[in-house]
């Protein structure tokens, strides 16, 4: 009889418990403590944690506020064996980012190419590189991984209207994701962007707002709108669950390379989230043993038209100076970047730099990699070349490290950034003329 | 003589709910010395060492101060002066 009485009084405590949560409103919120392995958001200035809502920055000292882990559930759950047999998109990496559910309806971003670039090494005197090809995602960047991330916490949250700030990648990603849902969306340019990053966003249906300003202003405009509207804006009220999603560059990486770190990494650098999350990725994976190498050196790439993080770097300083951005790289033209001194600290710790590169650079950059690699790239991916043929040069970078080259975004989002630069033959359709005007040409060594 | 202060979300249990307040023309700083007035606590919000925090960005129609004289920049009569978080975007 006791037995049994105990356990009616378990029984009894058990169903008065579930009653505690009506059944619709909060039941989202409680699947999600059960299912998640993030505990918290942590503010990255003062230490404060918050509750993992749409919060973004500490309430006391503004601070960023980061997702906290707990890692020894991590470490129990997400063995090599259970990733190898997920998806082949980022969600394989679910256990490690601060979602409940994979997303209803997803594109299946993430789990891009890993190539081994031999003919670009030996155009810089590497041995052992490789280039992640991010431009295979479904909106061609890196930005439908953070995406991916940003939309399935804000359904969780109960958002119904997504929104962002945008250089052009995001707008295009933040589109397709709310496209592909049949979510609200608005999406905030700056009106100068190039043509094919709005065409590209516009054609899903949304709602685009050109502002006549540049991405500076459209970021602190949307900041304030996000104080007055309940919105999911994906880089700011749930910016802490949005940046996460850029750790997935790292597990890939180092899952393709066969579980383990390389040597180096040569990342583009915006807003700074991008580095610091990829540095958080393989320290995660160090941290609950799925490699032995807990972080290599981490390398970040600025224009220097808009290089306030490249800039603080040359000058060892603790501050980021905002600048007023200049440059054709304009997904990379944040002059206020609000992870820039967390991207310094990161290649501070890691032995790696911040360095950046000419326009002139930056178009040959686009070149070198198309060349020689296959691999059309937009400005952002040009900045990125051109700076590790600047390490490679410098003997920042020696022969033998294995280097991880990561390509962040497709050269058919900037065309008339190259467009001046290609040539081509043209001739009628006459087999003499082919063999005079184009093989005559190429002999001489007029073409390539 | 006035000026409109938008204030954000985080600051607002601080302003009894107000996201718009107006004030007298002036320096950043006064500005800011006359809001704790008004709301005790928010200057310890905004500062530190009598300096903006690193992670907030202040605007007068639309141009970050420190683009200009930091917190002896004035703030002329009709502009709207925006407080807003840094950490956004990227």
Redesign the interface.
Known sequence: MIPRMVGLTVLKHATARLMEFPPIATAPKWRFALATTAENLKCK?CGRTYPLEAL?????????LEVAYDYEKIRRRATKERISHGPPSLWRYKDFLPVNEKPAVDLQAGYTPLIKADRLAAELGLKKLWVKNDTANPTHSFKDRVVAVALQRAYELGFEVVAC?STGNLANSVAAHAAASGTEAFVFVPANLEIQKIIATAIYGVNVVKVR?N???V??L???I???KKWA?V??NV?PYY?EGSKTLAYETAEQLGWRAPDKVVTPV?????LTKIHKGFWELGEVGLIRRKAPAVHGAQALGCGPVAAAYAAKAE?V??V?PDTIAKSLA?G????G?FALEVVRETGGSIESVTEQEIVDGIKLLAETTGIFTETAGGVTTAVLAKLAASGKIYPDDETVLYITGDGLKTLDAVADTISTFEIDPNYSQFEEDVLGEVLKGAKK | MSVKVRIPSQLRQLTGGEGMIEMDAGTIGGIIMELENLNPGIAERLLDNGEVRRFINIYIDGEDIRFAEGMETEVADGAEISIVPAVAGG
Request: hydrophobic residues 35%; glycine residues 6%.
């Open positions: 200035e973004f920055v500490c309430d006391f000292c503004f601070g960023p700030a300003g991405y500076d202003d970021n602190r949307c900041t304030e996000a104080s007055e804006f880089n700011v910016r940046a915006a807003s700074g989230s991008l501050h100076k905002p007023k944040i206020n970047p609000a992870d001194i």
